[in-house]
């Protein structure tokens, strides 16, 4: 049986590597990765613009009318989950995440809390196993970006953290 460190390793390994697919077997069990090499490149549909029509003005004697003040355009903020500066807590496997060890329990981590490197900070239980992810980085977290009981997939960012 794999360990879940001896398992996250191989993952880092695979996905720094140029390898398409990798099959590993020890004592039983097996370990088949695969990466996706394809580049998909989506394009939106262009947009038609239509001009207003042409609408031909009379002139007629009537009051001055004052011009209609323009609003500034608004800056929209950045959304957190696009800030560089924020490292991305990354799920190791597919599963079910959970953000806590069972339904009566506190969350690991919420938004304002301080983690360490060996800091729980939620599972995911992947066929019946039920793994705990820790942060492997020093900081605060900023962000959850999924819900209690929803399915993630490899590498899919799960929380960001404000490295200290």
Same mark, same amino acid.
């Given at each position: 049986? /794999?360990?879940?460190?001896?398992?996250?390793?191989?993952?880092?390994? %695979? @996905?720094?590597?140029?390898?398409?697919?990798?099959?590993?077997?020890?004592?039983?069990?097996?370990?088949?990765?695969?990466?996706? &090499?394809?580049?998909? *490149?989506?394009?939106?549909?262009?947009?038609?613009?239509?001009?207003? #029509? %042409?609408?031909?003005? $009379?002139?007629?004697?009537?009051?001055?009318?004052?011009?209609?003040?323009?609003?500034?355009?608004?800056?929209?903020?950045? #959304?957190?989950?696009? @800030?560089?500066?924020?490292?991305?807590?990354?799920?190791?496997?597919?599963?079910? /995440? !959970?953000?806590?060890?069972?339904? +009566?329990?506190?969350? !690991? $981590?919420?938004?304002?809390?301080?983690? &360490?490197? *060996?800091?729980?900070?939620?599972?995911?239980?992947?066929?019946?196993? /039920?793994?705990?992810?820790?942060?492997?980085?020093?900081? +605060?977290?900023? +962000?959850?970006?999924?819900? @209690?009981?929803?399915?993630? *997939?490899?590498?899919?960012?799960? /929380?960001?953290?404000?490295? +200290?």
């Amino acid at each position: 049986m /794999f360990k879940i460190q001896e398992i996250r390793e191989i993952i880092k390994l %695979v @996905d720094a590597s140029s390898i398409d697919e990798f099959v590993y077997e020890e004592g039983g069990a097996k370990v088949k990765l695969k990466k996706n &090499g394809g580049v998909t *490149e989506v394009v939106a549909p262009k947009k038609e613009v239509v001009a207003p #029509p %042409v609408v031909q003005q $009379v002139p007629v004697a009537s009051a001055p009318v004052a011009p209609t003040p323009v609003a500034a355009p608004v800056a929209e903020a950045t #959304p957190v989950s696009e @800030d560089v500066s924020l490292h991305k807590i990354t799920s190791p496997m597919v599963g079910t /995440f !959970y953000q806590s060890p069972n339904p +009566e329990s506190p969350a !690991y $981590v919420k938004v304002g809390d301080k983690v &360490g490197e *060996e800091s729980i900070v939620c599972i995911v239980e992947a066929m019946k196993l /039920f793994n705990e992810i820790e942060a492997e980085i020093k900081g +605060e977290i900023v +962000e959850v970006l999924v819900k @209690d009981g929803q399915l993630v *997939e490899y590498g899919q960012p799960l /929380f960001l953290v404000k490295a +200290e």
